[in-house]
């Protein structure tokens, strides 16, 4: 595992939102190619190891929500905000995961046109074989990375979560 200097990473990201706001924005740029490259390569080995298991990538996105969420269960509208997609889209795909036996729909207690949606033990095992495909190839990509490729990818994704290392104690000095 790769040690990243803090200081220098927040620098970068500084330095990153600082030309985001001048003419010349190619740092800016360079972290945001870095972060895409690094997550739509990261993306596309999950969506392989999903394939070669024999489940749609996006079905696949939609366990992990479920099962990853705070509470390990989701509503069928919060299924769609989390994938980005229609609530009738949502909708279908909870209706082939628990035709498929990786989910468990329940009404809710209170409101009867609510559905909540959790993964089944067939489906965190299946998670879990995925996960453990994917951890091989991702740490050998990540291993081939450069420590520059590594931190301008960071800086950037710290910049779009508005994320800072520094303490707001020490801001307001």
Request: hydrophobic share 45%; aromatic share 8%.
């Amino acid at each position: 595992m790769r040690v990243i200097d803090a200081a220098r990473l927040e620098r970068g990201s500084e330095r990153a939102a600082k030309s985001r706001a001048t003419t010349a924005r190619r740092p800016y740029f360079h972290g945001v190619a870095q972060a895409r490259y690094l997550l739509r390569k990261v993306f596309r080995l999950v969506e392989e190891e999903a394939k070669r298991a024999g489940i749609d990538p996006l079905a696949h996105q939609a366990l992990i929500q479920i099962y990853g969420s705070e509470t390990g269960a989701l509503r069928v509208k919060e299924v769609a905000e989390r994938l980005d997609i229609t609530p009738a889209f949502a909708s279908s795909l909870v209706k082939s995961l628990d035709a498929k036996g990786f989910i468990v729909r329940t009404r809710d207690k209170a409101d009867s046109r609510v559905t909540w949606v959790k993964v089944t033990k067939d489906a965190r095992a299946l998670l879990h074989r995925i996960d453990e495909q994917v951890q091989i190839h991702v740490d050998y990509f990540t291993r081939n990375l450069t420590a520059q490729q590594t931190e301008a990818a960071l800086s950037i994704l710290m910049f779009y979560a508005g994320v800072s290392f520094r303490s707001p104690i020490a801001d307001k000095d």
